[in-house]
């Protein structure tokens, strides 16, 4: 193009354009497979949902699940600990949510969060720190007894991840 | 690299190959008759060093590799395999692991080098960003060979590593599954990780001829930081170089030596040596010690999108120094103030990589963010100001006048002798 002087673009820039576009549309179709090979594949996607049998879950206790390869907490909540979880204004929280937010109508004393600090991944140690919840132990994040962060670097709450009562005794994740 | 005639071989068909592909040519004229600066010090011995290192990593991995296993399930139990049943297995891994540790030893070096004498400053910048270049390949080439043996410390510092991407803003989530092949880290994540450990060490060795293209487009820096003026002012490569480097590389390699064979597990985690457990995360994580001084940057800052800029933008920076240093006087010999300054950033950077051994608690915290301003403060503040500001030394018309004794004829031993200055 870079050729040509005349002040109206010629048949030949239109040429050149067309083929950059459409040799710029084959480079993106052949390098797309190559980037998506990368994404979880079918058989990871195929591994996305547990059952958990809550009966032998004492109150107080905290149990660890596997679910997608990351751990996932079911915390058997004391009535203390609903208590402190609810007393709290949103206003002092880093990632306002309300617990009732936080779990299932009716199963209020089951708290299910992914146990994946929100900060960069490590894995929070139960009934520890000062909110009486979580603490991460690589960079000091703090959780309540809702999973809420309480204290940063962790910028949000510990995930709820989708999940459903199939009794009063048996949740199914994923 | 001057014209091919100067290289005759006497052989006959050396002389018919040389016609055709001059690498005798190349050879001679970088490493044999290559002028360099008459005055170079030890401290310019560390490029042949981490080339020599570099050879080091590739043989020694290429070998283990032989052995090894990247699969989550059987990774683990390979390296124990390579360490109690492959003949001389435990070697190669030592060899392998604690010469990772001394390529850092050597690149950081090489590095605070470069920043005493002004190397990054025209006409470098291209040869120093294509350094910066290699130190970041090197990063991620340690990096993704620390997971492979997929003990608890591969696995947290695997996970812990590449979530620094998940607060990239909406993206994030979908970046991090995507690196990790999953949900969590897992065998898709060490399965990739060990095809980029096999590859990067050989971009690395490509961006290396780069670099010595370039390096010897521009010619060496020295001591002084003044240009080559006359032939007076430099000394063959061989023997002067050649063998003050294979020298340096000798007394290195004894330092090398004494890990493998003595402590060969001084510089690792005890922890590495208990499989990968998703379910638990060891109760103090930390880096290898190459990259505490970034660990603490990270977290010293209480926020996690801007913590994880500070990390990248402290080795960004370094890309930018050539224009960030408004000083036309290379070497810190010259400039009383900046050489405080540099001193300063050496103990801070020291200090930022013990604080990042530390639990990120009371002082510690404090004592990383005041480190982690002055290492920005250093590139972004003083650096350019001090440019401006500072009266420099009076600098010696050449090489040779600073070096030689005066009249300034080359005695024999002048070569030699000019390392004194250093
Ligand atoms: C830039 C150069 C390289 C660096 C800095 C480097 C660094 C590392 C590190 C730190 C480890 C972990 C060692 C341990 O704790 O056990 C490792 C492991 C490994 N590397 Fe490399 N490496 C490099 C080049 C290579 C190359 C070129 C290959 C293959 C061709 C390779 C193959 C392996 C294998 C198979 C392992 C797993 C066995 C083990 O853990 O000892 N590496 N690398
Ligand atoms: S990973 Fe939990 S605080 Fe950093």
Same mark, same amino acid.
């Given at each position: 193009?870079a050729? @040509? ?13 067309? @083929?950059?576009a459409?040799g710029?549309?084959?480079a =993106?179709?052949?390098?797309w ?12 996607? =195929? ?5 958990v049998?809550?009966?032998?879950? =004492? ?13 996932v907490?079911i915390?058997?909540? @004391? ?5 402190e979880a ?5 206003a ?10 936080r779990?299932?109508?009716g ?15 490590c894995?929070?140690?139960?009934h ?6 979580w603490?991460?132990p690589?960079h ?13 670097? =962790? ?13 009063? @005794?048996l949740?199914?994740i994923? | 690299?001057?014209?091919?005639s100067?290289?005759q071989?006497?052989n ?6 040389e016609a055709?592909?001059p ?15 008459r ?6 011995t560390?490029? %042949? ?11 020694t ?56 004498y002004g190397?990054?400053k025209e ?31 591969s696995f947290w510092?695997?996970?812990v ?7 990239i803003?909406?993206f ?8 990790? %092949? %999953? ?13 980029l450990?096999? #590859? ?10 780069l670099?010595?293209?370039? *390096? ?6 020295n001591?002084t930081g ?7 002012d ?13 020298f ?35 109760p ?7 990259f ?11 926020s996690k #999108? ?17 224009? #960030? ?20 950033f ?9 604080? %990042? ?6 002082l ?17 503040v003083?650096?350019?100001v *001090? ?16 070096v #030689? ?9 002048g ?7 250093g």
């Amino acid at each position: 193009m870079a050729a @040509t002087d005349t002040a109206e673009p010629s048949r030949r820039d239109f040429l050149y354009i067309a @083929t950059a576009a459409v040799g710029a549309v084959g480079a =993106a179709a052949t390098v797309w497979p190559l980037i998506s090979q990368m994404n979880p594949d079918a058989s990871v996607l =195929a591994l996305a949902l547990a059952e958990v049998d809550l009966a032998p879950i =004492a109150e107080g206790q905290i149990v660890t699940v596997k679910w997608r390869g990351k751990p996932v907490f079911i915390a058997h909540r @004391t009535k203390k600990e609903i208590e402190e979880a609810r007393a709290v204004p949103l206003a002092q929280l880093i990632d306002p949510q309300s617990d009732e937010a936080r779990v299932k109508k009716g199963h209020e004393q089951w708290l299910v969060v992914v146990g994946i600090c929100t900060h960069l991944g490590c894995v929070p140690l139960g009934h520890q720190g000062s909110y009486g919840g979580w603490f991460c132990p690589c960079h000091g994040s703090e959780y309540d007894t809702s999973g809420r962060v309480r204290r940063s670097p =962790a910028p949000y709450n510990l995930e709820v991840p989708p999940y459903e009562f199939a009794s009063d @005794t048996l949740v199914r994740i994923g | 690299m001057s014209g091919h005639s100067s290289y005759q071989p006497q052989n006959r068909l050396l002389r018919w190959f040389e016609a055709r592909l001059p690498v005798g040519w190349l050879i001679h004229s970088s490493f044999v008759a290559y002028p360099t600066p008459r005055n170079l010090n030890y401290w310019w011995t560390f490029g %042949g060093i981490l080339s020599f290192m570099l050879t080091v990593q590739i043989v020694t991995g290429v070998v283990l590799t032989m052995h090894f296993t990247p699969t989550a399930t059987q990774a683990f139990d390979s390296v124990e395999h390579i360490m109690r049943d492959v003949n001389y297995g435990w070697l190669l891994r030592y060899l392998h692991a604690n010469g990772g540790s001394m390529f850092f030893l050597a690149v950081y070096i090489h590095m605070f080098r470069g920043l005493y004498y002004g190397s990054y400053k025209e006409p470098r910048e291209v040869l120093w960003i294509l350094g910066v270049i290699i130190f970041f390949l090197m990063m991620a080439s340690a990096f993704m060979g620390y997971v492979l043996p997929w003990g608890q410390m591969s696995f947290w510092a695997a996970t812990v590593i590449t979530n620094l991407f998940s607060a990239i803003p909406i993206f994030g989530k979908g970046i991090t599954e995507w690196l990790w %092949g %999953g949900y969590a880290v897992d065998n898709p994540t060490l399965q990739r990780f060990f095809s980029l450990h096999y #590859l990067l060490p050989f971009m690395i060795a490509g961006v290396v001829v780069l670099h010595v293209w370039a *390096l010897h487009v521009v010619g060496q820096n020295n001591p002084t930081g003044i240009d080559v003026k006359s032939d007076k002012d430099t000394v063959p490569f061989t023997p002067y170089a050649t063998a003050k480097d294979g020298f340096a590389l000798v007394c290195f390699l004894i330092l090398l030596a004494w890990f493998v064979f003595y402590i060969p597990n001084y510089l690792s985690h005890p922890d590495n040596y208990i499989p990968a457990n998703p379910l638990q995360t060891p109760p103090h994580i930390v880096p290898e010690w190459y990259f505490l001084p970034y660990y603490a940057i990270l977290r010293a800052i209480p926020s996690k #999108l801007i913590g994880v800029i500070a990390l990248f933008a402290s080795i960004a920076v370094l890309a930018f120094l050539p224009w #960030l240093d408004t000083s036309k006087v290379r070497s810190a010999r010259y400039r009383p103030l900046f050489r405080q300054f540099f001193w300063i950033f050496v103990i801070c950077c020291i200090g930022l990589g013990y604080l %990042g051994s530390k639990q990120p608690e009371g002082l510690y915290v404090i004592a990383a963010r005041i480190l982690t301003a002055y290492y920005f403060l250093y590139f972004l503040v003083i650096l350019p100001v *001090l440019g401006l500001i500072e009266r420099p030394k009076a600098v010696p018309a050449s090489i040779s006048e600073a070096v #030689l004794p005066k009249g300034g004829a080359p005695v024999a031993a002048g070569a030699a002798a000019p390392d004194r200055n250093g």
